[in-house]
């Protein structure tokens, strides 16, 4: 079974930044596709970034430029950096995997694995 755990949530002023970390056990994420998505209240869920064989990498529009995703397999850890934060990035943060190695990576219903959520809040 898998799990992930994020952190590294909070509170910050708009054009702050944080680091949001998603650590995976159960299975290594090496070459696993790997993602954040963000949900905020009555919207549905967005696809932000995600990461592919550490090769391949996909930015939604909305974060591309802000947002960084990345990865230590050693530590079978995901991460997202985020800068240049605004008042729209409120939302929980959750990161995922798929069960698939050869899944499509940028398909949200592909993601079989979710972790519990972390809320991002920023503040004008």
């Known amino acids: 079974q898998v799990q992930l755990v994020e952190s590294g949530g909070g509170l910050v002023q708009a054009g702050g930044s944080l680091r949001l970390s998603c650590v995976a056990s159960?299975?290594?994420?090496?070459?696993?596709?790997m993602a954040w998505f963000r949900q905020a209240p009555g919207k549905d869920r967005e696809l932000l970034a995600a990461?592919?064989?550490?090769?391949?990498?996909y930015y939604a529009d909305s974060v591309k430029g802000r947002f960084t995703i990345s990865r230590d397999n050693a530590k079978n850890t995901v991460y997202l950096q985020m800068n240049s934060l605004k008042p729209v990035d409120t939302a929980v943060y959750y990161c995922?995997?798929?069960?698939?190695?050869?899944?499509?990576?940028?398909?949200?219903?592909?993601?079989?694995?979710w972790g519990q959520g972390t809320q991002v809040t920023v503040s004008s």
């Open positions: 995922g995997t798929q069960s698939r190695l050869y899944g499509n990576y940028v398909s949200i219903g592909e993601y079989d694995y």
């Open positions: 159960g299975r290594t994420i090496t070459s696993y596709p």
């Open positions: 990461s592919r064989w550490s090769l391949s990498t």
